[in-house]
C-alpha cells in the first residue's frame, strides 16, 4: 500500500492550501481514510476523516468550518481543502488508511494502517 501526499507548501495567514493524497495497493472505495498533522514538539492528532463511500465527514473541532475533507474514488484520492489557514495550522500533514473495509470511521491513529509521507504546510503570520 502507498499513500502519496502533496499540495503542502508556504501561505499567509488568510490564505488557502488543497492536500491531495492519491491511494495505491488497497481497495480505495471500501476505506476509510483520514488527514492527521504533527507540529514541530507537538504528538500527531486527527484533522479529518471520510468514510469509504464519502457521505460521511468528520473534523476535529479546530479545523471546523474552515478545512473540508472530499474523495474521488474513481481517482484513488482523497482531498483535504483547507481555508482561512491560521499560523497555529502550521505542521506536517499525512494522510492515513485504515486497516479495515467498510469500517466504523475513527479519529484515533491507531486505528489507521497504512500512512503517507506527509506534506508540509507552513502558515506565516
Known amino acids: 500500500v502507498q499513500l502519496q501526499a502533496s499540495g503542502g507548501g508556504l501561505v499567509e495567514a488568510g490564505g488557502s492550501l488543497r492536500l491531495s493524497c492519491v491511494a495505491s495497493?488497497?481497495?480505495?472505495?471500501?476505506?476509510?481514510m483520514g488527514w492527521f498533522r504533527q507540529a514541530p514538539g507537538k504528538e500527531r492528532e486527527f484533522v479529518a476523516g471520510?468514510?469509504?463511500?464519502?457521505?460521511?465527514?468528520s473534523h476535529a473541532d479546530s479545523v471546523k468550518g474552515r478545512f473540508t475533507t472530499s474523495r474521488d474514488n474513481a481517482k484513488n484520492t482523497v482531498y483535504l481543502e483547507m481555508n482561512s489557514l491560521k499560523p497555529e495550522d502550521t505542521a506536517v500533514y499525512s494522510c492515513?488508511?485504515?486497516?479495515?473495509?467498510?469500517?466504523?470511521?475513527?479519529?484515533?491513529?491507531?486505528?489507521?494502517?497504512?500512512w503517507g509521507q506527509g506534506t508540509l504546510v507552513t502558515v506565516s503570520s
Open positions: 495497493g488497497l481497495t480505495f472505495g471500501r476505506t476509510n
Open positions: 471520510i468514510n469509504w463511500s464519502g457521505s460521511r465527514t
Open positions: 492515513a488508511a485504515d486497516r479495515r473495509y467498510f469500517g466504523t470511521l475513527e479519529t484515533s491513529p491507531g486505528e489507521y494502517e497504512y
